[in-house]
C-alpha cells in the first residue's frame, strides 16, 4: 500500500513536469508571437507614415525682397596706380521678389542700368540675370541720388564685369568684401567710397589692417 502511493506520487511529479514544459513552451509561443505581431504593428505604422509622407505637398518657400533703403554720404572714389586699378563690385544677387517701392535702381545688368518705377520692368531686365545688381527704394528721389552716385564716382563702369575682393578705405562701412552685390550694400551703402581692389582675400585683408593702423581708415556718416 505504501509502495502504491509512492508511485502514484511520483508518476504525479512526472505528469507535473510534462505539463510545466508544455505551459512553458506555449507561454514562449504566445510571447514570440506578440513580437511579432507589435513588429507587424510598427512596420505598417512606419510604411503607412511613409506614404503619408510621399503624398504631403511640400511647403511653400517664400522670397524676401532687398530691405529698404537708406541713402548714404557722396564720397570720393580714389584710384591708385601704385597697386593697381580700382575697382568697385558686389557679389550676391539680391532676391528677385517684389515690395512696394516708389522705385528702383538697377546698378549691374547685362541688358542696361538706371532708375525704375515700373517693377515689371525691373523684372525683365533682371530675370535670368545671375550677375545683376538692384535695389528698390521707398522714394524715386533717393533712387535717383544713389544712382547718381555711384555713376558719378565711377562705380557703375567699375562692377560691370569683374567680382573681386575689395577693401573699403572710407566708406559707410570700412573693411574687406567680395563682389558688387556685397560692397555695395555693405561697405558702401548704396553710394560711393575710396576702395581698392585685389585679387585675393588675404591680400585685401592686409591692405585693410595697414591703413588702419596708419590711421587712414575713415567711417562715413548716412546722409539719410
Given at each position: 500500500m505504501e509502495t502504491r502511493v509512492k508511485g502514484e506520487e511520483k508518476s504525479n511529479k512526472v505528469l507535473t513536469s510534462k505539463l510545466s514544459q508544455t505551459q512553458t513552451a506555449l507561454l514562449h509561443s504566445r510571447v514570440v508571437e506578440s513580437e511579432e505581431n507589435i513588429d507587424n504593428s510598427s512596420s505598417s505604422e512606419e510604411s503607412d507614415d511613409l506614404k503619408q509622407s510621399i503624398h504631403e505637398p511640400p511647403p511653400p518657400s517664400y522670397y524676401l525682397g532687398p530691405g529698404p533703403s537708406t541713402s548714404v554720404t557722396h564720397d570720393r572714389f580714389v584710384s591708385d596706380s601704385a597697386s593697381g586699378q580700382v575697382k568697385v563690385t558686389s557679389g550676391q544677387s539680391p532676391k528677385r521678389s517684389r515690395k512696394a517701392y516708389s522705385a528702383y535702381v538697377i546698378y549691374r545688368s547685362s541688358s542696361e542700368t538706371g532708375v525704375f518705377e515700373s517693377w515689371s520692368v525691373v523684372q525683365k531686365l533682371v530675370n535670368g540675370d545671375k550677375n545683376a545688381v538692384f535695389k528698390g527704394f521707398q522714394s524715386k528721389e533717393t533712387a535717383q541720388l544713389s544712382y547718381a552716385l555711384t555713376a558719378d564716382s565711377g562705380i557703375l563702369e567699375l562692377i560691370k564685369e569683374r567680382d573681386e575682393h575689395y577693401?573699403?578705405?572710407?566708406?559707410?562701412?570700412?573693411?574687406?568684401?567680395?563682389?558688387?552685390?556685397?560692397?555695395?550694400?555693405?561697405?558702401?551703402?548704396?553710394?560711393?567710397?575710396?576702395?581698392?581692389?585685389?585679387?585675393?582675400?588675404?591680400?585685401?585683408?592686409?591692405?585693410?589692417?595697414?591703413?588702419?593702423?596708419?590711421?587712414?581708415?575713415v567711417t562715413m556718416e548716412k546722409i539719410i
Amino acid at each position: 500500500m505504501e509502495t502504491r502511493v509512492k508511485g502514484e506520487e511520483k508518476s504525479n511529479k512526472v505528469l507535473t513536469s510534462k505539463l510545466s514544459q508544455t505551459q512553458t513552451a506555449l507561454l514562449h509561443s504566445r510571447v514570440v508571437e506578440s513580437e511579432e505581431n507589435i513588429d507587424n504593428s510598427s512596420s505598417s505604422e512606419e510604411s503607412d507614415d511613409l506614404k503619408q509622407s510621399i503624398h504631403e505637398p511640400p511647403p511653400p518657400s517664400y522670397y524676401l525682397g532687398p530691405g529698404p533703403s537708406t541713402s548714404v554720404t557722396h564720397d570720393r572714389f580714389v584710384s591708385d596706380s601704385a597697386s593697381g586699378q580700382v575697382k568697385v563690385t558686389s557679389g550676391q544677387s539680391p532676391k528677385r521678389s517684389r515690395k512696394a517701392y516708389s522705385a528702383y535702381v538697377i546698378y549691374r545688368s547685362s541688358s542696361e542700368t538706371g532708375v525704375f518705377e515700373s517693377w515689371s520692368v525691373v523684372q525683365k531686365l533682371v530675370n535670368g540675370d545671375k550677375n545683376a545688381v538692384f535695389k528698390g527704394f521707398q522714394s524715386k528721389e533717393t533712387a535717383q541720388l544713389s544712382y547718381a552716385l555711384t555713376a558719378d564716382s565711377g562705380i557703375l563702369e567699375l562692377i560691370k564685369e569683374r567680382d573681386e575682393h575689395y577693401t573699403v578705405v572710407e566708406g559707410v562701412s570700412p573693411g574687406t568684401y567680395t563682389g558688387p552685390y556685397a560692397l555695395l550694400r555693405d561697405g558702401l551703402n548704396w553710394s560711393s567710397g575710396v576702395v581698392r581692389v585685389f585679387s585675393t582675400e588675404n591680400a585685401a585683408n592686409a591692405f585693410f589692417v595697414g591703413k588702419y593702423m596708419a590711421g587712414a581708415v575713415v567711417t562715413m556718416e548716412k546722409i539719410i
